[in-house]
């Protein structure tokens, strides 16, 4: 609903919008669940925000894509330990510039931090990583299926 106001004065109307700040609200309510949310038990406790992750599997690989734009990919460290694949580097905050008035800053910075628990089908040795374009892929190959040997039987 949209109602239009005239000011007693000769300036031109101006759009009044009464639902505009529960809106807004209700965003930035959605925006810190969702942020609680990433924080689940994948995450690490002391991290600042978590990248979105798609995780794709094919017969022979899964492959991971985490969006880190932003982040040096030197800089991410990706571990693998006991099963456990984990991801974590950081974000710095953007300086502001001088004479500038922050209005709206969504993109979080600080420490990232996500795990993951890998099957045990997955030859841990052969894991690499790539970054490009601000998404960090991880390849974690799995090892060949070994196929029962049949035993003959003597008579």
Excluded: C
């Excluded at 990232?112 to 894991?127: G, I, M, N, W």
């Amino acid at each position: 609903m949209t109602l239009v106001s005239y000011q007693p004065q000769t300036q031109s109307p101006s759009r009044y919008q009464p639902w505009s700040l529960h809106q807004e609200l209700m965003h930035e309510m959605n925006r810190f669940f969702d942020r609680v949310g990433a924080n689940d038990a994948s995450s690490g406790a002391t991290a600042d925000w978590a990248p979105g992750v798609d995780i794709e599997e094919y017969p022979d690989r899964f492959v991971l894509h985490a969006d880190v734009p932003g982040v040096d990919p030197a800089s991410i460290e990706v571990t693998l330990e006991k099963g456990v694949l984990t991801l974590a580097g950081s974000r710095e905050a953007e300086v502001g510039k001088d004479g500038a008035e922050r209005r709206r800053s969504e993109r979080p910075a600080g420490r990232f931090h996500r795990r993951f628990t890998l099957p045990d089908t997955v030859d841990s040795d052969a894991v690499s990583a790539s970054g490009r374009n601000g998404v960090l892929e991880v390849v974690i190959p799995k090892r060949p299926q070994v196929q029962p040997r049949r035993i003959a039987v003597n008579a």
